[in-house]
């Protein structure tokens, strides 16, 4: 780490003025935007209550900006250097080693009042962006094995030991790092050689997030983690609407109490989609969202619900009848496709222990949908 940061600073001439902006030698050479478009944050519902970050920016006499990572509707999120401990962190304005985990927080002040910040290791891509630059679009079999036992892993502390539903679970929110350092050194220099194209308004200036492009055969990926945590519930039982439609446990849908057991169901969709390249459950009549034909879908997938599952909530009676006869709710049909007729690419045993792992996370009752726990012994996931 210090031969790197060696590197960098030969790289990289820096002074911190008094008002916490340093001053680097950079190129003056910089896409100007169009003011007349709104970019990035400016197009969330929550523009003008982010705090407004400038490159070059030293927080806490110890955080540097350097570029632009993203946004979300609750942060934005920035490259940094950590001045003290010689290494770069992500600043974010709002198996537990599975978990994103915060090596740092304080409050910055603007003319709107107070933001809260929290500091983290930095992160590449998400699953997401790494399955668009798969050669198949797909993540492979080991690839997505390795994945389950990460995730599951963290579903677990988060389950058993802190108590937490993440209930937003999704490609977007599962973040790789990199084992090799010298790619954050390598933004680093990216950003000094060729800086970010920014739209500039009297006084605001947006930023253009820097996203990581890594080399064909790059291969330095770190671990999974697992992030924004923006979603999530404390304690066991609660109720509400929760997830992206399509990823949206049944319970969830009819309205009933839910639990830890959504993310379960949550992480399921997910890793679907990851392996086949193709969501199980869609839920859309004419592009617009159908809880009718998402639990047409289900039913088509997983047959009819039990009746010990209909009869814990009075909402089930207008999508089902009392012997789990589907009622067409919005000229919807039951097609019967078995879950076993959905998987395109394996065969023999690697089949068999596919379907069966993926059977004990699609279950209509939450009560007997397996734990993170009990997943993690699961032959699919042992056996290599």
Not at 65 to 91: E, H
Not at 173 to 195: F, H, K, R, W
Request: proline share 4%; hydrophobic share 40%.
């Amino acid at each position: 780490m210090d031969r790197l940061f060696r590197q960098t600073q030969q790289l990289i001439q820096r002074t911190t003025s008094p008002h916490g902006i340093s001053s680097r030698v950079m190129s003056s050479q910089f896409v100007n935007l169009d003011n007349m478009m709104d970019i990035e944050e400016e197009t969330m519902s929550t523009n003008g209550l982010y705090y407004p970050v400038r490159l070059g920016e030293v927080f806490k006499s110890r955080y540097e900006v350097l570029s632009k990572l993203g946004y979300g509707a609750n942060s934005t999120v920035w490259f940094c250097r950590d001045l003290q401990q010689q290494k770069y962190a992500a600043l974010k304005h709002v198996g537990k080693a599975y978990v994103r985990s915060m090596i740092d927080s304080f409050v910055a002040k603007s003319a709107i009042g107070d933001h809260h910040c929290l500091v983290h290791e930095p992160l590449l891509l998400n699953l997401l962006e790494l399955q668009a630059i798969l050669p198949r679009k797909r993540l492979s079999l080991d690839l997505l094995k390795r994945t389950l036992r990460h995730l599951l892993l963290s579903l677990d502390y988060l389950h058993t030991e802190a108590a937490v539903v993440h209930s937003d679970i999704q490609a977007r929110n599962i973040l790789l790092g990199t084992i090799d350092q010298s790619v954050y050194s390598d933004m680093d220099a990216a950003e000094v050689q060729e800086p970010s194209p920014r739209k500039i308004n009297g006084d605001s200036i947006i930023y253009q997030s820097r996203r990581f492009h890594p080399q064909a055969g790059f291969t330095a990926w770190g671990l999974p983690v697992l992030c924004d945590l923006g979603e999530a519930r404390i304690g066991s039982k609660h109720t509400g609407i929760i997830q992206p439609n399509s990823f949206r446990a049944p319970e969830v849908v009819l309205g009933m109490e839910w639990d830890c057991k959504v993310d379960i169901w949550n992480l399921g969709v997910m890793a679907w989609h990851l392996f086949e390249d193709d969501h199980l459950f869609d839920g859309r009549i004419l592009g617009q969202h159908s809880d009718a034909q998402l639990l047409a879908e289900m039913t088509s997938v997983l047959g009819p619900p039990p009746s010990s599952f209909l009869e814990q909530i009075e909402a089930a009676l207008k999508y089902w009848g009392s012997q789990g006869n589907w009622k067409g709710v919005q000229g919807t049909e039951i097609k019967s496709v078995p879950l076993e007729d959905c998987e395109e690419y394996l065969e023999g045993k690697e089949y068999d222990m596919f379907v069966g792992f993926f059977k004990r996370m699609f279950v209509w009752n939450p009560k007997e949908r397996a734990t993170a726990r009990e997943l993690l012994q699961d032959e699919f996931l042992i056996v290599s």
